[in-house]
C-alpha cells in the first residue's frame, strides 16, 4: 500500500515565509523543520529557510516570486500520476507572480496532462513588488482564466 504524502510548491514570497515561521501549519498538526536556506533577494541579502516536515507532508520548495513553484508542483503531481502513488500535490503562488511566463506554461501543461492531484492556491491580494497588480500588470478574472484550463473553482 503506498503512503499518502502530500507535496508542497511554495512561491509566493510572503507564503514561503510563513511556512518557515514556527514550525507549524495552523492547526494541522504539520511540523516543519529548517534544513537549509536560499537566497530570496540579491538586494536586501535575505535568506529563507527550506522545510521538511516529519509528518508526510513536505514543502519541496520554496521559490520567491519567480513563477517557479507551480512548475515544481505540476513536475510533482506528473511524477505522482505516472507512478500512481495517489499523492496530491499543492502549489501556492501570489496573483502578482502571474505575470510570469513559466505559470501559464504550467498551467498548459497541467491541463494537457490531466493533473487532477494538483491544487493550485492563489493568494489573491492584488498586490506584488512594485504596485498593485491593476497598475502593474492588469490580471482580469483569474476564476475565469483558472477555468479555462479546466481547474474546479472555489473561493
Avoid at 520567491?64 to 515544481?72: A, D, K, M, N, R
Avoid at 496530491?88 to 498548459?108: K, N, Q, S, Y
Wanted: charged residues 15%; negative net charge; aromatic residues 6%.
Amino acid at each position: 500500500m503506498m503512503r499518502s504524502i502530500i507535496r508542497v510548491a511554495i512561491s509566493a514570497g510572503a507564503l514561503a515565509l510563513l511556512s518557515a515561521c514556527g514550525g507549524s501549519d495552523a492547526g494541522t498538526g504539520v511540523r516543519a523543520s529548517v534544513t537549509g536556506t536560499y537566497q530570496l533577494s540579491t538586494i536586501n541579502q535575505q535568506s529563507l529557510p527550506f522545510t521538511e516536515s516529519s509528518s508526510g507532508a513536505v514543502v519541496k520548495v520554496t521559490a520567491g516570486t519567480l513563477g517557479h513553484g507551480l512548475s515544481v508542483g505540476v513536475g510533482l503531481a506528473l511524477a505522482a500520476q505516472r507512478h500512481g502513488t495517489g499523492q496530491r500535490c499543492f502549489a501556492v503562488i501570489g496573483d502578482g507572480e502571474m505575470d510570469e511566463g513559466p505559470i501559464w506554461e504550467a498551467l498548459l501543461f497541467a491541463a494537457h496532462f490531466k493533473l487532477d492531484n494538483l491544487v493550485v492556491i492563489v493568494d489573491e491580494n492584488r498586490f506584488q513588488a512594485m504596485g498593485t497588480t491593476e497598475e502593474v500588470m492588469a490580471l482580469g478574472s483569474l476564476h475565469a482564466k483558472f477555468e479555462a484550463f479546466g481547474f474546479d473553482v472555489r473561493r
